[in-house]
């Protein structure tokens, strides 16, 4: 394999000076090969993150990512870039802290500049209920390891004045913030994992699209697809809002639902809102990102798509919720709109695990979860490719949950996707 | 989208909520032996077609009446438009 210089300061001096020359492609294009140990369907935040992890934790040097499209065209390019741990739910909690300390050591890890940005996550309460609840599960967080902080309304007044502290019917009476939550740039997250998998012999293949499952006696010995068959020692797919349409070529149905979720952003502004910021009784949420665009979104279309974009309601109710927050962004155009499509699971958590199919393993369910997830949902799935045991933070994400009552429901709304 | 109501015409679909798959209209029989399976599938499984998809709409800020969409998830093109009773009794339940 040829050698791709590392990226530093120094290296970007030196290339200064000597006209930008000597930049490569950060990953190879190459052909597919007959057979790998491992075949990774998705070449999606997921996909990549458990080649890398594959690659670099676990030694395995076999591996390939199969992507139909181009890599980081799906979610991870799609989502609000938003990361954060502050879930209630002993099952999820420990998974999410530990995805986000790997965030925080990820640019060092990977040698690329994700622009990994501490800057904060305000889930804002409007009642007293709702700030007991939030108190709970600040105390939840902290027990397993997370930071919280719970703020009354003159606490946070001096840090987001700009909000509609005295909204009559949704007054802010405070928030629960995470200081460690903050926002990344997805698309660097995208190719800087491709970027570390294909250094360590990873095999990225894009444009290739997995049609089928080769199933002998109840064994997955590789993938059917356009370019033809490619043989495996394990098939582990993480394709998102895709799970139900590929899982079904291996005779599967999931408890998932594909639903569209739209995101939004204004024209570029100067720095206005310092963290991220969750509207606690509407659905809105908003941060902004290092060009200055206003960077939001809210609920779901609630009925199932794969059609990548949504409907004017939703963009009218998260408008509604903005202008309710924070009227102030009356004043900014929006420039830009989009979707992408949700793996909804059953009870709003994620599965990763084997399948009945033996050789083949399936991660998915993220919900609107995803993006935040993306290191521990490859460590965690390289490490059960790798081992074929579950790692210690995931253990709860088992396929079989729904049939065993043991959901992971942290709304408490049952099983009913678009609720989650 | 633009759901036309088999009884009032067309309504916009923020008039109703989509509950889901319409093979939550088919009940299985809580007192066969193979109920904890047949319940497990019709609870938690779902075909999730990329394509033609029959679910249930709710008529909340309408007449509350339950319809059946077959509506295409690529497009979000409605197809067509039944009351769910109708399809109930025309499938032998009353």
Redesign the interface.
């Known amino acids: 394999m040829k050698k791709l210089g590392g990226y530093s300061g120094f290296r970007i001096l030196r290339e200064g000076l000597t006209g930008n020359r000597g930049w490569r492609p950060a990953w190879r294009d190459p052909e597919p090969q007959p057979a790998y140990d491992f075949v990774i369907v998705g070449g999606g935040g997921h996909g990549l993150a458990t080649a890398y992890y594959l690659a670099s934790r676990y030694g395995e040097a076999s591996v390939a990512v199969l992507e139909k499209g181009w890599i980081g065209g799906g979610n991870v390019g799609r989502n609000t870039t938003i990361i954060r741990s502050n879930y209630l739910l002993p099952g999820n909690e420990p998974f999410y802290e530990f995805s986000l300390k790997l965030w925080e050591g990820l640019e060092q890890d990977l040698n690329y500049n994700a622009m990994v940005s501490q800057r904060g996550v305000y889930n804002l309460y409007h009642s007293d209920g709702q700030r007991d609840a939030y108190r709970r599960r600040g105390n939840a967080m902290i027990l397993h390891g997370a930071d919280a902080e719970l703020l009354d309304a003159a606490q946070l007044r001096a840090e987001m004045p700009f909000l509609n502290f005295d909204n009559g019917r949704f007054p802010i009476q405070g928030a629960l913030v995470q200081r460690r939550g903050g926002t990344v740039r997805h698309d660097a997250v995208a190719w800087g994992y491709a970027r570390g998998a294909d250094r360590r012999g990873v095999d990225i293949i894009q444009n290739c699209e997995v049609t089928g499952f080769r199933i002998q006696n109840g064994r997955c010995i590789g993938v059917e697809t356009n370019r033809g068959f490619i043989a495996a020692r394990k098939v582990g797919c993480a394709v998102a809002g895709?799970s139900?349409?590929v899982m079904q070529a291996a005779g599967m149905?999931?408890?998932?639902?594909?639903h569209v979720l739209q995101a939004f952003v204004s024209e570029g502004l100067k720095p206005v809102i310092p963290g991220v910021v969750t509207y606690g009784a509407g659905h809105f949420y908003i941060s902004q990102s290092d060009k200055g665009g206003l960077v939001f979104g809210g609920d779901i279309d609630?009925?199932?798509?794969?059609?990548q974009r949504g409907?004017l309601?939703v963009v009218e109710d998260v408008c509604e919720g903005g202008m309710t927050l924070m009227p102030m962004i009356g004043r900014a155009r929006m420039v830009r709109m989009w979707g992408g499509i949700m793996d909804m699971s059953?009870d709003g958590s994620p599965i990763i695990d084997h399948t009945p199919v033996d050789g083949l393993y399936f991660n998915g369910g993220w919900c609107y979860g995803g993006f935040k997830a993306t290191p521990a949902s490859g460590y965690c799935f390289a490490h059960l490719l790798a081992t074929d045991t579950p790692h210690e933070t995931a253990t709860a994400f088992r396929l079989d949950r729904?049939?065993r009552g043991m959901m992971i429901d942290e709304k408490g709304s049952g099983?009913?996707?678009?609720l989650h | 989208?633009i759901i036309e109501h088999p009884l009032l015409g067309p309504r916009?679909?923020?008039e109703f909520?989509?509950?889901?798959?319409a093979s939550l209209l088919q009940r299985p029989d809580a007192f066969a032996g193979d109920a904890a399976d047949t319940f497990?599938?019709y609870?938690?499984?779902?075909?999730?077609?990329?394509g033609t998809?029959r679910?249930l709409w709710y008529h909340e800020m309408g007449d509350r009446s339950w319809l059946v969409l077959t509506?295409d998830?690529?497009?979000?093109e409605i197809l067509a438009v039944e009351l769910a009773s109708d399809v109930v009794t025309s499938g032998g339940r009353s």
Not at chain 1, 302 to 307: G, L, Q, T, V
Not at chain 1, 415 to 418: C, L, M, R, S, W
Not at chain 2, 17 to 21: A, E, N, R
Not at chain 2, 73 to 76: A, D, F, V
């Open positions: 895709s139900s349409r149905r999931l408890p998932i639902e594909s609630m009925y199932n798509s794969y059609a409907n309601p059953m729904f049939r099983a009913q996707p678009n | 989208m916009d679909s923020q909520t989509c509950l889901g798959d497990f599938d609870q938690y499984l779902r075909d999730n077609p990329a998809h679910e509506r998830t690529r497009t979000h």
